[in-house]
Structures are given as C-alpha cells and as structure tokens.
C-alpha cells in the first residue's frame, strides 16, 4: 500500500480531506478535479500525467501541488471524492422494498435500476480503475464495498430482516439473502461488463436475467 503523505488531514479510510477553497481558488480546485478524473479513469494511476492534468485543467503544477500535495492524494481525493455518489440514484428504492404491495415486481424493479446503473461507462471505468489499482491503495476498496454496503446492501437487510418478521419471507439471515440476489440478479451482468467493456448490453435480456434472478430468489425465501 501506498503511504499517504502526510500534508493534510484524511477520513477513517485515508481519504484526504481537502478543505473547500473560495472564489477563484474554488474554481481551480474544481478544474483540476475534472481534469485529474478524466486522466486517471484513462490511464489509471501510474500512467497518469501530471502534465496532462496540468494542460487539461489550465492550472499550473505549483498550484495543483498547492492543493493537493502529490500525485497520490490527488488521485485518493479525486477517485474518494466521486465514489460516494455512485449510487445515490437507488436510495428512494431501497427504502420502500418492505412496503410495497407486490414484492416480486418491486424487486425487478429496484435490481433493473441497480444493474442499469452499475453498467454505465462512467461507472463501469471508475470500477475497472479501482479494481486495478486496489493493491495501491485498499482504501478505495474498502471505501466502496462500505459505500455499497450504506447505500445498497444495508436497506435491502433491514427490509428482509422486516419481511422476515412479518412472516412474508423466510429469511433468518437477512445478510445472506441479500448477497444471494445481488448474485442471482445483478452479479453475472456486472462480471461480464467489468471484464468486456466491448460487450452489448441488450436491455431485454437485462430484463430477462433480473427478473429470473428475482423468481429464483423468491421460489427460495418467500413464505407459501
């Protein structure tokens, strides 16, 4: 792993914190942001220029070394910074699992959104890179499967955990449950994509696996 300089202050995972400047310095830090984000998801970490960022961004080296500190935390604090966004669009749904009047459908359609959303190209590209560059720097890693976790996973235990006790699903091991339909639904198109980038994604039969995966889930752990 990688040492974090020690210049600035870092999150429980190592993550720096970069203080929000003002005014034109906000918007240098912005610029070198965007422009470190598209080097890095191209070339990965130890590829990417600081020379490219430095043209890309139009901020000077000094300056982005001002910000920043080096070329490690700028890459942490870039890659640190966009995770946490990742899933944001899959909160509301997670959350009415537990109430919704038909469960079968309302789980095609949560896990269709979560696929759709795990195979974008922007996501798909942020995925490779942390996969590639998770003997560098764990943190990111360990920062994503907690972000997963949070945001994903965490509801859907808690919704099994209530459906359980209302006696709609037999699921003693809400945890359990859960990676089992992340793996029956949303895991086999992930792997191929992370794998072939090249891959069609034919939206029918995205379709046609989620919602097997939900029914052979179901068939499992829903109560007759």
């Known amino acids: 792993m990688a040492a974090s300089n020690s210049a600035g202050p870092t999150d429980e995972y190592g993550i720096p914190i970069i203080p929000e400047p003002v005014d034109a310095a906000q918007r240098k830090r912005r610029a070198i942001i965007d422009a470190a984000l598209v080097e890095f998801l191209r070339e990965g970490y130890s590829a990417a220029s ?48 537990a109430e919704a009047e038909d469960l079968r459908g309302a789980l095609i359609t949560l896990m269709l959104d979560w696929v759709r959303i795990l195979l974008r190209p922007d996501i798909m590209s942020l995925r490779r890179l942390v996969i590639g ?43 359990l449950a859960v990676q089992q339909l992340v793996a029956a639904t949303v895991g086999v ?10 891959a069609e994604i034919d939206d029918a039969e995205l379709t046609r696996v989620i919602t097997s995966g939900v029914d052979l889930f179901l068939a499992g752990y829903r109560v007759a």
């Open 189 to 198: 198109p992930q792997l191929v994509h992370t794998f072939a980038p090249d």
């Open 50 to 97: 600081m020379d490219a960022i430095t043209a890309r961004s139009g901020v000077s080296k000094a300056t982005i070394y001002k910000h920043f500190g080096s070329k490690e935390r700028l890459f942490l604090a870039v890659i640190g910074g966009i995770l946490p966004t990742t899933y944001a669009d899959l909160e509301p749904f997670n959350s009415t699992i």
């Open 133 to 175: 560059e998770i003997d560098r720097f764990p943190q990111l890693g360990q920062l994503w499967y907690r972000i997963n976790y949070d945001m994903n996973n965490g509801p859907l235990v808690e919704a099994f955990a209530e459906l359980d006790r209302r006696g709609v699903l037999r699921a003693p091991d809400p945890k």
